[in-house]
């Protein structure tokens, strides 16, 4: 009996355990990394998840592409609101010249625009294109892009700085859209 009670307490503590570990792991928050046009986007910024919510009038969460526009034109844009609290978060990752899957970096060094925005309506700062840290990884990885179904989905990570501001991390950012 006493070797039934000590495997059941071990048995429970591993569960305990188990689930205490997708807690603390943020990126079970986000949502899963599909292909099917299933309108869902979500990172993580420093570590914390960041998903689109609330409604101001306009849509949360937009995702434009027209292959004939700047070589093929890619905008993903949302925001975060929160009408008790009244602030709103948003972010933009756009980039031109896409016309297939495949990794294109966020940077400054080109003519035409490749970015990542994201800006804080609580703490006033905005971050624009230009205060990408320089040398970071800061990628767009467009995993599908089906455009007779309408449907780009992929990846992409950036980093932000400013100044009297907190360095503004974004990592782990997934998104499956409809265009």
């Known amino acids: 009996m006493k070797h039934i009670s000590i495997l059941s307490s071990l048995f429970l503590l591993i569960i305990s355990s188990g689930t205490n570990c997708k807690k ?5 928050g986000l949502p899963p990394a599909t292909q099917e046009g299933k309108n869902t986007a979500g990172f993580l910024v420093n570590g914390k998840v960041w998903l689109p919510r609330g409604d101001n009038g306009f849509s949360n969460l937009s995702c434009y592409y027209d292959e004939t526009f700047m ?5 993903l844009n949302g925001y975060r609101y929160d009408e008790g609290a ?3 978060i948003s972010f933009v990752v756009a980039s031109d010249s896409i016309q297939s899957a495949g990794i294109y ?17 609580v703490t006033l700062c905005c971050y624009q294109w230009t205060d990408t840290i320089p040398n970071h990884n800061a990628f ?3 995993t599908k892009l089906d ?6 989905s992929g ?3 950036f980093a932000l700085t400013l100044q009297n501001c907190e360095t503004v991390r974004i990592t782990q950012g997934r998104f ?3 265009f």
């Not at 070589?71 to 905008?75: H, L, R, V, W």
């Not at 455009?147 to 780009?152: G, L, S």
Request: charged residues 30%.
């Open 24 to 28: 603390n792991n943020p990126e079970s």
């Open 71 to 75: 070589g093929g034109a890619f905008t």
């Open 86 to 88: 009244n602030n709103s």
């Open 105 to 121: 970096k966020l940077n400054i060094r080109k003519l035409r625009t490749r970015f990542g925005e994201y800006c804080n309506k």
């Open 140 to 142: 767009l990885n467009i």
């Open 147 to 152: 455009k007779q179904k309408r449907i780009v």
């Open 155 to 157: 990846t992409f990570e």
């Open 176 to 178: 499956d859209m409809k």
